[in-house]
């Protein structure tokens, strides 16, 4: 029993977190659901945890509260509410490892409270290190933290580095699968819904980051995460389109040399690398078969229709308080484009409109972001509520 890591999983209810949960389903030996968190899916969450008994479970939205302890009442669970509670249980000492799969800037302090109690983290969650990449990388290397990546592209990163310490990467290529739009002009995505958008060909994930994929901006805010987590500048981050998703990025070194990390399309083997790092453990995920992709092709992102890759990276090359703004603007866009309030090619002239009305801060601290970001959501829902769709492009 004491070689089995207690894990937290923050937003235990979405894409990432049911996935992590089947890693740990099919290694009992090795892991134990510690901690679950949800935002709202109450049903969800109860379920989880008859299947799993974490010690802890908290719901977020506190209306809930009663519904999920009710109905664990006879477990063994301790049931909480709320956000606070988040952030406060991230610190347990019986925890070792903290997967953050919380959506959005609500992942940012519960990871900070989580980074200080010298907890590992398995990041899910790229806009902690898009809003405060500074905070985050200098906060985990003075606990002496690991930040483990989960992303596929950002683990097919940290696989491709495993062994290479001494050696100077030139630059690094993150790939994109082009989303459900791509070689699509702005003619036809002005006429796009949702339902078309959330029909990504390759992955299954969360609304939000089908959405990103679609509009390009999970590559965007990628990009600023790989810049903290490899320590890397703007002009050392490629993007490059490859639909088929085989291989998940690569790592170009100083002396030419390229290494590539492939696999299938399958968010489990980067969480389960995430949790038992250093080792690999055995798997029954489908194996990979040359002879089932006999072309792998690549393309250049097309950053005249998708802006949204074009403006992260103008954020991530000023720096400061500007990728929280960018972060913050597509997080109200994405938002009212799931509920029709705004277009598809609106949601980058939102985000554009921040990033140019949003006071800009070099060198911002946490309270700094804090209120960067309140300050474009207000700013950014009243855009998309007071400005016709079109307007708003003029």
């Known amino acids: 029993m004491d070689n089995i890591k207690n894990i937290a999983i923050l ?3 979405g894409s990432i977190g049911t996935q992590t949960l089947e890693v740990i389903r099919d290694n009992k030996q090795l892991f134990k659901a510690f901690l679950l968190t949800a935002h709202s899916n ?9 299947e799993f008994v974490p010690a802890y479970a908290i719901i977020c939205d506190e209306s809930k509260h009663q519904q999920v302890q009710e109905s664990l009442a006879h477990l063994p669970v301790k049931v909480l509410a709320g956000h606070e509670a988040i952030k406060e249980m991230v610190t347990h000492t019986d925890i070792d490892i903290v997967l953050t799969a919380m959506v959005g800037f609500a992942g940012l302090e519960p990871t900070i409270n989580a980074i200080k109690a010298g907890k590992d983290i398995a990041l899910a969650n790229k806009e902690t290190l898009v809003v405060a990449g500074e905070i985050i990388t200098s906060l985990a290397k003075a606990h002496n933290v690991k930040i483990l990546p989960v992303d596929s592209e950002h683990s097919a990163i940290f696989q491709c580095l495993t062994g290479e310490q001494d050696n100077t990467v030139e630059k690094i290529i993150l790939t994109a699968s ?3 739009f791509r070689g699509k002009d702005a003619a036809y995505l002005a006429n796009v819904t ?50 088929q998703s085989i291989i998940h990025s690569l790592v170009q070194f100083q ?27 055995k798997t029954n995920f489908k194996r990979f078969n040359f002879l089932d992709y006999p072309n792998l092709t690549f393309e250049q992102p097309d950053m005249d229709t998708f802006r949204n890759l074009k403006l992260a990276f103008e ?64 700013f950014a829902q009243n855009l998309i509520q007071k400005m016709p769709l079109k307007a708003i492009r003029s």
């Not at 002396?255 to 690999?280: C, H, V």
């Open 11 to 13: 937003g235990s209810t």
């Open 42 to 50: 109450a049903y969800l969450l109860i379920e989880q945890c008859l």
């Open 178 to 180: 082009g989303g459900p």
């Open 194 to 243: 949702r339902e078309h958008a959330l029909k990504h060909p390759n992955w299954v994930m969360g609304a939000k980051i089908t959405i990103d994929s679609a509009s390009l901006m999970n590559k965007g805010l990628e990009v600023i995460e790989a810049k903290w987590l490899f320590d890397l500048q703007a002009d050392q981050i490629d993007v490059i389109v490859h639909p």
């Open 255 to 281: 002396d030419g040399s390229i290494k590539a990390q492939m696999g299938l399309p399958d968010m489990k083997l980067p969480i389960q690398y995430a949790l038992t790092y250093p080792n690999r453990v």
């Open 315 to 378: 954020a991530l090359e000023r720096g400061g308080n500007m990728p929280c703004i960018i972060n913050a603007a597509n997080e109200v866009a994405v938002a009212a484009f799931l509920k029709n309030e705004t277009g598809f090619l609106e949601m980058s002239d939102v985000i554009e409109t921040c990033m140019q009305k949003i006071s800009y801060i070099p060198a911002p601290s946490l309270n700094d972001y804090l209120n960067t970001d309140k300050e474009t959501r207000i």
